[in-house]
């Protein structure tokens, strides 16, 4: 059969310089064109280009790669196969492997900078060198989300050299673990020189459910844009016909027409259609005219189907059986697997992969030194494997898998998705122990690279097929598959896969895998809620455990009982448990596991008291961690004592602890690391009062927080937000964020299994948002609702940080001084007793308005200033503000007019600083009852015109420290230090450390601490 002359034409296969002809799609070449001058200009963008296949997507998609390249990008396509739906990152590494090869080993380190182990595991066909140490491990979450940060980290420096365009082809066909990665580094290319395009044939997601899940995440957010393409016009086909075969639209508009009814449009269809009219000679070049286009005499098959097909009746049988072989391998391949599959000799082989490529069924391009062929459009490969038969396609893929094997040899392992994919696809009955050993190589390789979603899909599918066969799955197959499914937060599932492991356990008798097993299955009922269950659990475990003599299984289960004890309450038992697991520790001297036990007793004090405990055992974690170089443990302790020091009011603490849990999160590359910091941050700035930054933090950990799916945190991160846009006066930003909080903590449905680390803060948000908007019961309810919860579970330290202080004032502004003076009290019993400073501060003011309440102004005058000043030597600034309106109250009923204004200017000052809107108006309300004229609106000038860390660094200055001694004490370099300090100099408008001194003591700023 003679090549159809299509090909000499400006159309044919794209090879690489050649533009391919694209008629009727200017509109989507115009936006994609623009996409790539905002990417050209470090504004990335990410696309999805969708529509039914054939329709053209891969067609446009390589036009604008070519403009792409020419404009200087690098270029990285990847195909996803359905062969490769489970293996991990498959379309990533498609795309970017060949790129990187050609990347020096040197500068491929360079830009990795640090984050070599994460890309190794992504990619192991990279050539770099890794040291078994650095490899990845630890909280499995955390360990993900470094991979995906590393990751793109990683290409935001590639792109920083050459802009990038990365084509990611057939999604609908991609694993889970690369749909993640598109979904979260689509998030943060906003600011590089990267363009992504995503295409898939699935525009209404009938499909796969990870695929819709990532695009329409993407798109509600405005990460990412659709461009859906429909079928070309009547006119686009005329258009195509004459630009292919130099044809007159007045021969041609007939045939076009009619061929746009049949096909519908679709240019595959339309492709194909007319490819088969060549081949039989309907169409015709005569005397260099092509003629035939007599509409009445054209047979032309009615289904894309039939059009294929047509095409490949043509073929040769030799042609036709490596077709067929092709489409059952299913991805691209090389020479020598089409030889091995085929069992073809060397020129038989030859001459069939010509013929296909004349045909246009197969196309060929060089890739890593090897010759890769694929089909020349998904829709043969798939035609080819329907027409099959089922029988006849599982025979293939048995016979596939064999000669894979073979060829693979002691590398067969690394292709175990692959030889699996097959395996389980062949005959059944002989091949299931290969599918099973394969599945299992498989599903451990992508748990190993926390594809949690690919490795249950292959465990449990070599679970099922070990059980089909009747054979007895070893018990190991069932834990791996737990611990997979109790990662993917599927706990049910987790826990049937462990009572079953349990029960081969128990019947062998082996103790130490009785222990480990239930306090596994503890942990996934602690997870989903269960308590009882759990505790029960650790119990078997711990029974276990003594049998077993291992000393360091009951510690670690005796840790995990005291976690779950703590969340019930029971706190003296659960120290209990702690103090033995030490005990255990210190008799072993294993400093590792001592760190955990001092960090579980920093936690245990941190929310029941007393601070000072938690301080102790805090800096025995830290110690110890450090010692035993477990970084991630030395973390957490850090965290934990800057949230005590946050939760006490104690700010140099938070500030020292925060730059170190930080500058670990750094060396450990972890974005969930400083995420977690990050809100702890964001409560420590809305104390000192640098609401700007606070907002700013918060907006942009809100967007990491949803980028990793962290359903604990990302509630709570809201709420913090949310009160810092209530205090601003921003009511509709506030109440989105409270609201959205409330949602995703599942606060208003009782009978789900609820999280107290975010229920109780969703219930702090919807109160305070009552609060705000002067629905006082509607706060109270809410914010006593909260506060049984927050009891229930012992987690007092939330109620006083902030569900009493809400409470409380809400009640007076309700004028129930009854229930005021009741929480007062309790807030003031239970600061005492777990040493909080600003519980204290808060009970005070809520003692000193119950008395201006009840008239007793003189009494009420001392304790509100009382209050103001402690609540300032926090600093909590904000709120003292709010107390000294309180007091400007009471002196102004005192007759102390004068006393009244400066307090209220004071105030006034504050709240400019900080934008709080609504209580500026208040202010300035009061001022002028008072008769007195409101400063002005603009920020503030003078002193009140400084940060709170600028305040902070005049209090040192007038403590006589030098800038090395200020840096020490907060944290920051001498020079920062220094910076800061002719910043205030200037905005001041002093000249030396004497005169900044004099000036803030005239201004009161060194009262509160002294
Ligand atoms: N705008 C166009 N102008 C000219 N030819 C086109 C156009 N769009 C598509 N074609 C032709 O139609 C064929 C099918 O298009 P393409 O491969 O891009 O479809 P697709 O949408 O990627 O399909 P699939 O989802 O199956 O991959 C192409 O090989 C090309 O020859
Ligand atoms: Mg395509």
């Known amino acids: 059969m003679a090549r159809p002359p299509l090909k000499l034409r400006s159309r044919g296969t794209q090879t690489e310089h050649s533009a391919p002809l694209v008629v009727g799609r200017s509109a989507e070449l115009a936006t994609l064109g623009a996409a790539l001058t905002d990417a050209d200009e470090s504004r990335g963008r990410t696309l999805f280009v969708v529509g039914e296949s054939g329709i053209g997507k891969s067609h446009l998609v390589s036009a604008i790669a070519e403009q792409a390249a020419q404009r200087g990008f690098t270029v990285a396509v990847g195909r996803a196969y359905p062969v490769e739906t489970g293996i991990p990152y498959a379309v990533f590494s498609d795309a970017l492997l060949p790129v990187l090869r050609d990347v020096e080993p040197s500068l491929l380190t360079l830009l990795t900078r640090g984050g070599t182990a994460e890309l190794a595991q992504l990619f192991p066909a990279l050539p770099i060198e890794v040291k078994a140490s650095t490899a990845a491990r630890g909280d499995p979450a955390e360990v993900k989300s470094r991979l995906l940060w590393n990751f793109s980290q990683f290409l935001s420096r590639f792109a920083a050299r050459r802009p990038l365009l990365v084509i990611l082809e057939n999604l609908q066909w991609a694993d889970s673990a690369s749909l993640e990665m598109l979904h979260f580094v689509a998030r943060q290319i906003a600011a590089d020189r990267v363009m992504l395009i995503g295409t898939h044939n699935d525009p209404d997601h009938r499909g796969s459910a990870a695929l819709r899940a990532a695009e329409q995440s993407l798109r509600n957010v405005a990460s990412a844009q659709r461009i ?282 082996d103790a130490s895998r009785i222990a480990s097993i239930a306090r596994s299955i503890g942990l996934a009922e602690y997870w989903s809620g269960s308590f009882v269950d759990a505790l029960a659990h650790y119990d078997a475990a711990l029974d276990a455990a003594t049998r077993a003599g291992d000393g360091q299984l009951e510690a670690r289960v005796r840790i995990a009982k005291a976690s779950c004890l703590q969340a019930i309450g029971r706190t003296a038992e659960s120290r209990v448990e702690i103090e033995r697991a030490l005990a255990i520790a210190s008799a072993l001297g294993d400093d590792g596991l001592l760190a955990r036990v001092h960090r579980a007793l920093v936690l245990l004090y941190v929310w029941s008291g007393p601070a000072e405990k938690a301080r102790e055992h805090g800096r025995r974690a830290i110690a110890l961690a450090e010692a035993s170089g477990q970084r991630s443990a030395a973390w957490s302790a850090h965290w934990a004592l800057a949230m005590l020091g946050g939760l006490t009011g104690e700010s140099d603490d938070v500030r020292r602890h925060l730059a170190d849990a930080n500058r670990i999160a750094d060396e450990l590359r972890s974005p969930l690391y400083r995420v977690w910091t990050a809100e702890v941050e964001i409560e420590y700035f809305a104390g000192i009062g640098e609401w700007d930054q606070g907002v700013a933090l918060a907006e942009r950990t809100i967007e990491m927080a949803r980028a990793l799916g962290q359903r604990t945190l990302l509630p709570r991160l809201l709420v913090w937000a949310g009160l810092l846009y209530l205090g601003r006066g921003d009511l509709e930003r506030g109440k989105a964020c409270v609201n959205e909080a409330w949602e995703l903590s599942a606060a208003s449905d009782p009978t789900s299994a609820r999280d107290v680390f975010s229920v109780v803060p969703a219930h702090i948000g919807r109160a305070a948002f009552h609060l705000a908007m002067g629905q006082y019961a509607d706060s109270i309810r809410v914010g006593e609702h909260g506060l049984r919860i927050a009891d229930r579970s012992g987690h007092v330290v939330w109620a006083i940080h902030r569900l009493m202080p809400i409470i409380a004032e809400a009640s007076l502004w309700a004028n129930d001084l009854d229930r005021a003076r009741s929480i007062g009290e309790r807030m003031r019993r239970q600061s005492e007793a ?105 920020t503030a000038q003078g002193i009140a015109g400084l940060t709170g860390r600028e305040v902070e660094i005049v209090r040192l200055v007038a403590a006589r420290r030098s800038n090395k001694e200020i840096g020490a004490a907060l944290g920051i370099s001498a020079r920062t230090a220094s910076t800061h300090l002719s910043n205030i100099f200037a905005k001041l408008g002093v000249e030396s450390r004497g005169e900044l001194a004099d000036r803030a003591r005239e201004a009161g700023l060194l009262e509160p601490s002294s």
């Open 228 to 509: 859906r393409l429909g079928p070309l016009s009547v006119e686009s086909v005329v258009e195509l016909f004459a630009r292919m075969f130099d044809a007159d639209a007045a021969d041609t508009s007939a045939f076009a027409e009619r061929l746009h009814r049949w096909t519908g449009g679709n240019p595959f269809f339309i492709d194909e259609a007319i490819k088969s009219l060549v081949e039989s000679g309907q169409l015709r070049e005569v005397g260099g005219k092509w003629v035939g286009w007599d509409v009445d005499e054209l047979r032309v098959p009615s289904t894309i189907r039939e059009a294929v097909l047509a095409r490949l009746a043509e073929l040769s049988a030799r042609a036709r059986r490596l077709a067929d072989i092709a489409a059952v391998l299913g991805s691209r391949a090389t020479h020598e697997e089409l030889a091995i599959t085929s069992g073809m000799g060397h020129d038989e082989l030859i001459e069939a992969i010509d013929e296909l490529r004349g045909a246009d069924v197969l196309t060929e391009r060089a890739e890593a030194g090897d010759i890769v062929y694929d089909f020349s459009h998904p829709l043969l490969q798939e035609t080819l494997y329907a027409e099959l038969g089922l029988a006849r396609t599982r025979t293939l893929h048995g016979e596939i898998a064999q000669a894979l094997e073979e060829l693979y040899g002691p590398r067969a392992m690394a292709h175990a998705g692959e030889l699996a994919f097959h395996y389980a696809r062949g005959d059944a009955r002989r091949l299931a122990s290969k599918a099973v050993q394969y599945l299992r190589a498989a599903g451990k390789d992508a748990s190993a690279k926390h594809a949690n979603r690919e490795a249950a899909d292959y465990l449990s599918a070599a679970l099922a097929i070990a059980e089909e066969e009747g054979g007895d799955p070893s018990a190991e197959l069932a834990t791996d598959l737990a611990r997979v499914r109790q990662r993917l937060g599927d706990y049910p599932a987790a826990l049937a896969l462990w009572r079953r492991a349990l029960d081969v356990a128990t019947n062998s008798g």
């Open 834 to 938: 777990l040493g909080q400073r600003l519980g204290l501060a808060w009970a005070d003011a809520c003692d000193a308005l119950i008395e201006l309440f009840n008239g007793h102004t003189e009494r009420a005058v001392s304790l509100l200033r009382g209050a103001a000043e402690a609540l300032e030597a926090i600093p909590f600034v904000a709120d003292a503000a709010r107390v000294r309106r309180q007091l400007a109250r009471a002196l102004a009923e005192t007759g102390d007019r004068d006393g009244a204004t400066r307090e209220l200017r004071r105030a006034h000052e504050v709240f400019v600083h900080l934008g709080a809107e609504r209580e500026l108006d208040a202010t300035r309300e009061q001022l002028r009852e008072l008769g007195a004229r409101p400063p002005t609106r603009s």
